[in-house]
Nanobody
Framework: VQLQASGGGLVQAGGSLRLSCVVS????????VAWFRQAPEKERDFVGA???????VYAESAKGRFTISRDNAKSTVYLQMNSLRPEDTAVYYC???????????????????WGQGTLVTVSS
């Protein structure tokens, strides 16, 4: 399984970006796809996930501003980020798992497959 994240860039505070994660190599419907982010000198944190083919789940920090969606025909999961803040600056990673359970979604160790990351920079 290969994951390709894209869509990062430089945006002003209050702006929007949409990240994409294309999953290839196995039937897409088998996978939960999650987004994590890692700010400079900080740990990698869970942003949210599209759980199986069912519904999105969000970290508290993402609720209300971020939306995760899934296009099965394109084997792609999106992270729409609105009202961006300087503290959203980070490298954003997508990750996939065919076996993660609902309660374990925020755990990095639950995901066997990772994309390379895409940098989001929010200027003030």
């Amino acid at each position: 399984v290969q994951l390709q994240a894209s869509g990062g860039g430089l945006v002003q505070a209050g702006g929007s970006l949409r990240l994409s994660c294309v999953v290839s190599g196995r039937p897409f419907s088998s996978y939960t796809v999650a987004w994590f982010r890692q700010a400079p000198e900080k740990e990698r944190d869970f942003v949210g996930a599209f759980f199986r083919t069912s519904y999105p789940v969000y970290a508290e920090s993402a609720k209300g501003r971020f939306t995760i969606s899934r296009d099965n025909a394109k084997s792609t999961v999106y992270l729409q980020m609105n009202s961006l803040r300087p503290e959203d600056t980070a490298v954003y990673y997508c990750a996939a798992s065919s076996s993660v359970i609902r309660s374990n979604l925020p755990s990095q160790s639950a995901y066997a497959h990772w994309g390379q990351g895409t940098l989001v920079t929010v200027s003030s």
